[in-house]
């Protein structure tokens, strides 16, 4: 896959709204559901895409608020929109996260080197930012496609 390509695709996602992340059920690709809105003034209508990253060898999810915000965060009803509302602390049940600043393709590293070696393909790595966790993610390919809201990636049928 193409740096500039790839950078353009993940660029679509700036200031937009993650609204999951985790490996599919398959477990060997990652997806990040990203909610897109505009003014509503523009005429675009709000609509949901999915960031399939293919090929991940290696996804880190880490904390990106502070041990002070996690220490008074602690109340479960934080968990939910509704009762945590009006507590101090950080509201969970908002569901969703802003991609901001956003995601950043990284210069190639030691890890995507030994992989693409490994496989015969090439490797990249990302580092997704947004205001509660850091994603990390060494993959091969990416694809975006729309997804319909109420989109459940873990259905087991």
Sequence with gaps: MDNAVLEQMLDESF???VVHHGYTNYMRDYEVIVHLT???RSGIMPSYLRYLFRYCVEARCETSVSAETWRVSLDDRLIDYE???DLDGYVW???WHCLYPG???LPESEATQRWSKALGI???EVRIETNAHNLTL???????SEVQVGYAPYVVE
């Design 15 to 17: 200031d937009h709204a």
């Design 38 to 40: 505009a003014d509503p």
């Design 103 to 105: 995601a950043t393709l």
């Design 138 to 144: 060494l993959f091969s390919d990416l694809q975006v």
């Design 83 to 85: 009762t945590g509302v």
């Design 93 to 95: 049940g908002v569901k």
């Design 122 to 124: 090439d490797f990249h």
